[in-house]
């Protein structure tokens, strides 16, 4: 038997890696993404700092995720009619003007709440075209099928270091100087990214799949992609699963300053540990996700994390010390960053290529789209009973939509079964007593 080394027992898990444009994405996405982290919370520290309201909070939230909600089918389409390259640099560089403009107003003191409402808006329109063209982008970056799923563990790994960085430099950075720089640095990372989009050598068969199908109506594409989401059982259990901890879990983080400054009576380096710490989690999971060497197994993933996520909701609004909330902050980001990936990647791994970007339109709609609606509603519901009843109440209605989603699962397995078997990601049984539960 020949002898290896530990590394090389886990080199599957790096594996998408060996794509050269992977590699490149991997690179430039890294730094940006730091700025992106950094950004987010800068917004929600100036917010408060300018208005010390849990309602506009809520209100600059929605206005900078409504527009998702309501283009992202429309996005979609073009997605699949587009070259999604050229899609992803346009999109970069107008994030990267929004965050250099927000940068300005910041930095010489005339930024006022009106300013940073438009100025999310348009950060939510670039992000209705940004989100389905990364995500449906990934498999032209990797080529290969088999390496889909590490590549998507890999990004999702990449967005959480991001994550766990990025808030607690925005927190030491905020206390410094200002929320200003943070996102001057943001704006300027955009750079990364964008030459790393440049400098890829893509297959031209996929520009011309993509000319083919320009050639539909962009009615008949919306409408087929419709249909499919709506026919196909997988694909409408997870979204509306992924819709509900939406809505209702994810708006947490709108909250968050209301959680450091009254609740824990911290500052802007509170809120940076906090949202540092769900980066923490969020890694974590994202790393055991890397390790997997197929999508085997991630389907009983799916309703166990929302369960996970809601627990640690309702353990972090029933907390008043900041070791215990940092220490369920693990277990929130842990949650949430595994039924985030474990959804994506069966999504990605089950959908046929023609329809990728407008059923990613429809994950980034129930990813991204209801997220508005649930930062009003938590918003609103922080106003009337507070932030901490806001936050269990929204860790329970998870676990209910997790228990809503295993009751199906029985009837998802055997839908997936024959994909499965013909991707080659199980085998084909001899008999057809095999369990279907193979693919759980």
């Known amino acids: 038997m020949p002898w290896t080394t530990p590394l090389q027992n886990y080199s599957h ?30 917004t929600a ?28 089918p429309f996005a979609g389409v073009m997605v699949d009619r587009l070259d999604r390259r050229k899609v992803l640099v ?68 990449m967005v959480n270091f991001a994550r766990l960085l990025g808030p607690s430099l925005a927190g030491i950075l905020i206390a410094a100087t200002g929320e200003g720089w943070c996102f001057l640095i943001d704006g300027v990372s ?34 087929e992609g419709w249909n499919y989401v709506c026919s196909f059982l997988p694909i409408r259990a997870i979204l509306l ?16 300053p209301i959680f450091a400054a009254q609740v824990l009576h911290g500052g802007p380096h509170t809120l940076g540990f906090l949202m540092g710490a769900t980066g923490v989690g969020a890694l974590i999971s994202g790393l ?33 010390r900041l070791w215990l909330s940092m220490l369920l902050q693990l277990v929130v980001g842990f949650g949430m960053m595994q039924g985030l990936t474990s959804s994506n990647t069966i999504i990605q791994t089950i959908v046929p290529e023609d329809k990728r970007g407008r059923v990613m339109s429809y994950y ?41 989603f295993a009751l199906r699962m029985p009837a998802i397995r055997l839908i997936l079964r024959p994909i499965y078997q013909q991707l080659g990601i199980v085998p084909i049984p001899d008999s057809a007593s095999q369990p279907a539960s193979i693919i759980s």
């Open 90 to 157: 346009y999109t970069q560089a107008l994030a990267m003007a929004q965050s250099l403009i927000l940068a300005a107003l910041t930095l010489t003191h005339r930024i006022t709440i009106h300013e940073l409402l438009a100025l999310s808006v348009v950060q939510g329109v670039v992000n209705a075209f940004d989100m389905p063209a990364r995500q449906s982008f990934m498999l032209e970056m990797v080529e290969h099928r088999d390496d889909l799923s590490n590549a998507i563990a890999i990004n999702s790994s």
């Open 13 to 42: 898990a790096w594996r998408a890696l060996r794509h050269r444009n992977f590699l490149l994405f991997f690179s430039g996405q890294s730094i940006s993404l730091i700025g992106t982290w950094m950004t987010r919370i800068a």
């Open 364 to 404: 980034t709609i129930a990813f991204v789209g209801m997220a508005p609606f649930g930062s009003l509603l938590a918003g609103s519901l922080a106003h009337w009973i507070g932030a901490a009843n806001t936050v269990i109440l929204s860790g329970a209605a998870c676990i209910l939509g997790g228990a809503w």
């Open 241 to 256: 699963l992924f819709a509900i901890v939406s809505l209702m879990g994810w708006p947490f983080t709108v909250l968050m």
């Open 190 to 223: 955009y750079i990364a990214v964008i030459y790393s989009l440049l400098a890829m050598r893509l297959n031209p068969a996929h520009r011309e799949a993509a000319a083919l199908r320009a050639k539909a109506s962009m009615l008949t594409q919306l409408n």
């Open 45 to 72: 520290w100036l917010v408060y700092r300018l208005t010390h309201s849990a309602i506009l909070l809520g209100t600059i939230s929605f206005a900078g995720q409504i527009p998702t909600f309501l283009l992202a």
């Open 288 to 320: 055991s996700l890397v390790f997997r060497k197929s999508v085997r197994g991630l389907l009983r993933m799916i309703p166990l994390a929302a369960a996970i996520f809601g627990i640690g909701l309702i353990g972090f609004g029933l907390s008043h």
